[in-house]
């Protein structure tokens, strides 16, 4: 019979043995080598992967703030009102003060060819004469950006818009646009927005997939971005920046007393024939409150409170429009 088979016995240092453990360091090596070989393999394949920064890199602070003046803001909504239904546009004077503040003191309007959705400028000879003409009078300031209006449809940047911010950026990289409403723009309200291009070449061409800019000062009001403007590719293709109002103690003062009545109104006469007709139109408003108010009397003669309350609820007083009346009539005659 053949001898009972035996398992061969492993010599020392066979295959059999396990291989011995590496370092630590060494693993690391290799995966880090494994990881920048893939992501060159990426990169080869999908050139604008790696354009953006490394995950690690600091980025750079957008805290910037654009200070307004009140000259700047009313004649941004008076030149926007002007306009309406068409859009207008101007640029806008002022300093980069440092890297997160831009100060806008005065603005003009160009000559453009605006229509109800876009404006453009026309005349590019006419900003150098007009800087000429303003450095003359005092005003040396830098252009920061220009300013376009919407009217009725809120802010936001459209194509031509991006292709007009585009070639302020290749002038300087800091310039701002700025869109105000003067339609939807109240009273203690006004819907005024700034704008930046977060890519080089514009909105228009394919961005390379960069992170969008977000401003993160905590200064100024950080309102909620409109759907709409979202739409329009708001965090895409541009950003907001936070619009500061900047006034000194002057211009506030001025402010408040734009619409006071001076101290020479009192003394000022009109011509007499319109007072003249004045005065006609009152007597004859007199007339017929004193004929109104003869027959209230006579409707109210043996008539209970309460019946007269109710018989009167919803009607002119004649009796107190005609004090009144007569009250102004002498005061006007008096000072004329």
Same mark, same amino acid.
């Given at each position: ?17 396990? +291989?011995? /453990? ?19 393999? =990426? ?5 604008? /992967?790696?354009?953006?920064?490394? +995950?690690?890199? +600091? ?8 200070? @307004? ?25 002022? /300093? &980069? ?32 004469? *007009?800087?000429? *003409? =303003? ?14 209006? $919407?009217?009725? &449809? ?13 070639? &302020? ?7 701002? /646009? ?21 890519? +080089? ?29 979202? @739409? ?21 003062? *001025? ?16 011509? &007499? ?15 017929? =409150? ?30 107190? $429009? ?15």
């Amino acid at each position: 019979p053949p001898p009972p088979h035996r398992p061969p016995q492993p010599s020392r240092g066979s295959a059999a043995d396990p +291989p011995p /453990a590496r370092p630590a360091a060494a693993v690391d090596r290799c995966g880090s080598a494994t990881m920048q070989r893939l992501q060159q393999l =990426l990169s080869s394949l999908n050139p604008g /992967a790696g354009a953006g920064p490394a +995950p690690d890199a +600091p980025l750079p602070d957008t805290a910037e703030k654009v200070q @307004i003046s009140s000259l700047s803001l009313l004649k941004m909504l008076k030149h926007g009102r002007a306009g309406v239904p068409m859009e207008v546009m101007g640029l806008m004077l002022g /300093a &980069f003060v440092d890297e997160y503040t831009i100060t806008c003191v005065d603005v003009f309007a160009m000559p453009q060819h605006g229509t109800g959705v876009s404006v453009e400028a026309v005349d590019p000879v006419f900003q150098q004469i *007009m800087l000429d *003409m =303003l450095r003359q009078t005092g005003r040396p300031e830098m252009v920061v950006g220009w300013y376009h209006s $919407h009217p009725g &449809f809120g802010c936001w940047l459209s194509g031509v818009d991006m292709n007009t911010q585009q070639s &302020f950026e290749q002038l300087n990289q800091r310039a701002v /646009a700025v869109v105000v409403d003067p339609v939807q723009s109240v009273k203690g309200k006004v819907v005024i927005d700034a704008f930046r291009l977060i890519s +080089p070449t514009g909105g228009q061409m394919l961005a390379l997939p960069q992170e969008p800019r977000q401003t993160t000062s905590v200064v100024g009001h950080l309102k909620r971005p409109t759907i709409q403007a979202r @739409i329009h590719g708001l965090d895409r293709h541009y950003y907001s920046l936070v619009i500061d109002w900047r006034k000194n103690e002057l211009e506030e003062q *001025m402010l408040m007393n734009l619409n006071k009545d001076r101290w020479s109104k009192g003394l000022t006469a009109r011509r &007499f024939e319109d007072h003249q007709k004045s005065n006609e139109e009152v007597v004859k408003k007199m007339a017929a =409150l004193a004929r109104d108010y003869h027959e209230r009397v006579l409707a109210e003669e043996g008539k209970t409170l309460e019946e007269i309350e109710v018989q009167n609820v919803g009607k002119v007083d004649p009796k107190r $429009h005609l004090e009144q009346d007569v009250a102004d009539s002498m005061q006007q005659n008096v000072l004329q």
